[in-house]
């Protein structure tokens, strides 16, 4: 599983002697160990205070002012930004395709991953070939989202390749980024392809972790592959299946780049996402008093995941 | 004892499963690998021919693209800006996420679970809930437009990640191997740099990689924290390749591959240590 453990033979221990320190050495030492961690800690800690904690103050603060970065003389407006952002259409729009985008992306990521993974996984083929498929199957995920982006919008093209395919099979031709009823799916579609190959490793990961003779057992007590993979394969992959759909949700949510790139939340606010949503607030409309209370709304809702997640990584 | 007829049937439906498996590998293949096939060959395409019907995987083979790319100097500059940006950020955070993991491996220490906690859910976050706060904190302290304003900015994505991948691997390493020479009168931090990191080198790479693509990829921050052409990276250049050239379709696909690059070359010679130390990671974090 992890093959940067393994790569390394650790040279062999050195035993330590007992120390024989006077009582003053003693002391400083002690006081020394006491603060090392500390020491070390110290550039990790200003840059998570400096890029973390302040930032987060700050949006905070943002979110019940007025009038803030771009004017001075800002003044406390209370819970006035929140009940613009909640009652903003566009953002409740933004609230329901998010969900759909998540939960969907989630979903077929978790059965691609896995498919391909238990594909990957098989006796029957052998290393090599499996070696050759595991690289393609990776392809997608190490384009950045801007080559994504300029794929897919070259394939799904009105005068694309796909609609070329749509037409020669009798189909008519779509604008499936254009098309209100469409772009969702044409959306959640792409971020599918972008994204099921980290599903895939780490579920490959877990499946060769399984030990063998769960399977023998199995088979010795006469059950089928169908119920070797439900009895055995499932509930050993459970805690890695759970983990990974959290931190996709997660991941997923905060996706921008490639909703930006390929409608920009249109036609029609039909892509329109959190993420979208906050950016336009604040960088096309300049309304970064409103653009904060929506961010710090999705903080939170990340938060809740996060949350999830952390109470799901202590039962283990 | 099986009969000849009973095994001949179980080497047939062998063969069977066999080839279904096959097929379905190579259905999955074409769905991950062809998009990726046809960008690379209509980067060698005249931008003329892209939308041709029928469509052709090679019609006149042509460099353009790539001459068009390579020789013009504001396409360059965003490689020189990625470039910049990357290594600076993955030198960068390897420093730092050395120190802390050995903070994290070798001591204990009543902040060490809060401390661990924080680092942990900064990977939480939503870059869009930062990238306002980071705005206003960039132009006030004069960094707006500047590498180090996006340098700095990519490190909180970075650090998390590099802190947890860095101190599993310390862990691995035997204490005594450090504590021996420690014994002899030198201090930690001569026994991290001269005992520790010379034997991490594996662990520092799959970091690394890792840190440098997720630089090399960002795009929010670099949007958002750049204003001029000449201080936008490669992700910003694609986007900006859209609008200037009304879809010069074969130049944006040649862009696309020479920016995919570097992070396919570093994947391709770090495959195994590389996906070894982000499952764990994955699974860990």
């Known amino acids: ?316 | 004892m099986p009969t000849s007829k009973k095994v001949l049937t179980r080497k047939r439906r062998r063969l069977g499963a066999k080839i279904a498996v096959f097929t379905g590998l190579c259905l999955g293949a074409a769905f991950a690998g062809l998009p990726v096939v046809w960008m690379l060959s209509t980067s060698f395409k005249p931008n003329g021919e892209v939308f041709a019907v029928p469509p052709k995987l090679i019609s006149h083979f042509s460099f353009d693209a790539y001459t068009a790319i390579l020789s013009d100097g504001a396409q360059l500059r965003f490689f020189l800006n990625s470039y910049i940006v990357a290594l600076s950020v993955t030198a960068l955070t390897l420093f730092v996420a050395i120190l802390a993991a050995y903070g994290f491996s070798r001591y204990e220490f009543p902040l060490k679970k809060s401390i661990n906690a924080v680092i942990i859910s900064v990977q939480a976050v939503p870059p869009i809930t930062l990238v306002i706060p980071y705005f206003g904190l960039v132009v006030t302290l004069g960094l707006y437009n500047t590498y180090p304003g996006l340098i700095l900015t990519h490190m909180v994505f970075t650090l998390p990640y590099a802190i947890i991948m860095m101190t599993a691997y310390f862990n691995t390493l035997p204490k005594e191997l450090d504590e021996s020479v420690k014994v002899d009168g030198a201090s930690s931090w001569t026994a991290l740099w001269r005992v520790l990191v010379p034997v991490s080198v594996p662990g520092m790479v799959a970091v690394g990689v890792y840190t440098f693509m997720i630089s090399w990829n960002e795009y929010l921050f670099a949007l958002t924290l750049t204003r001029t052409d000449d201080m936008r990276t490669v992700p910003i250049g694609i986007q900006l390749l859209m609008g200037q050239h009304s879809y010069e379709w074969n130049q944006m696909m040649a862009m696309s591959i020479l920016g995919s690059i570097p992070v396919l070359i570093l994947f391709l010679l770090f495959q195994r240590r590389f996906i070894g130390g982000l499952t764990s990671g994955a699974v860990k974090a």
Do not use: C
């Open chain 1, 1 to 316: 599983m992890n093959s940067a453990k393994l790569d390394h033979a650790p040279p062999p221990a050195v035993a330590a002697p007992e120390t024989r320190a006077a009582p003053r050495g003693r002391a400083r030492r002690l006081w020394a160990r006491g603060t090392a961690p500390y020491a070390f800690l110290s550039p990790t800690m200003i840059l998570i205070f400096v890029l973390m904690i302040i930032p987060i103050a700050m949006v905070v603060s943002y979110s019940f002012k007025d009038n803030v970065i771009v004017q001075q003389n800002s003044v406390f407006v209370g819970f006035a930004n929140y009940t613009k952002v909640l009652t903003d259409p566009d953002f409740l729009a933004a609230l329901k395709n998010t969900f759909v985008f998540i939960t969907v992306s989630t979903v077929a990521h978790l059965i691609l991953g896995l498919g391909f993974a238990l594909m990957l996984n098989t006796p029957l083929l052998g290393n090599v070939t499996k070696a050759i498929f595991r690289i393609i199957y990776i392809l997608p995920w190490l384009f950045t989202v801007a080559v994504i982006a300029v794929i897919w919008r070259l394939m799904l093209d009105p005068s694309g390749v796909v609609n070329y395919l749509l037409t020669t099979l009798g189909g008519s031709s779509v604008d499936w980024l254009s098309d209100p009823g469409k772009a969702l799916w044409a959306l959640t579609f792409i971020n599918i392809w972008a994204g099921f190959p980290f599903f895939m490793i780490s579920i490959l990961a877990g499946l060769q972790g399984i030990p063998g003779d769960l399977y023998e057992a199995a088979s010795v007590d006469g059950a089928s592959p169908i119920r070797q993979f439900w009895n055995v394969t499932i509930p050993q992959l459970r805690p890695v299946l759970i983990s990974m759909a959290v931190l996709d949700l997660i991941w997923t949510s905060q996706q921008f780049a490639l909703i930006w790139m390929t409608t920009g939340g249109g036609p029609l606010n039909v892509t329109e996402m959190l993420s979208t949503y906050t950016y336009k607030q604040a960088f096309s409309s300049y309304e970064f008093a409103t653009a904060s209370a929506a961010a710090v709304i999705v903080l939170l809702l990340t938060m809740v995941l996060a949350v999830f997640y952390v109470r799901l990584q202590k039962e283990r």
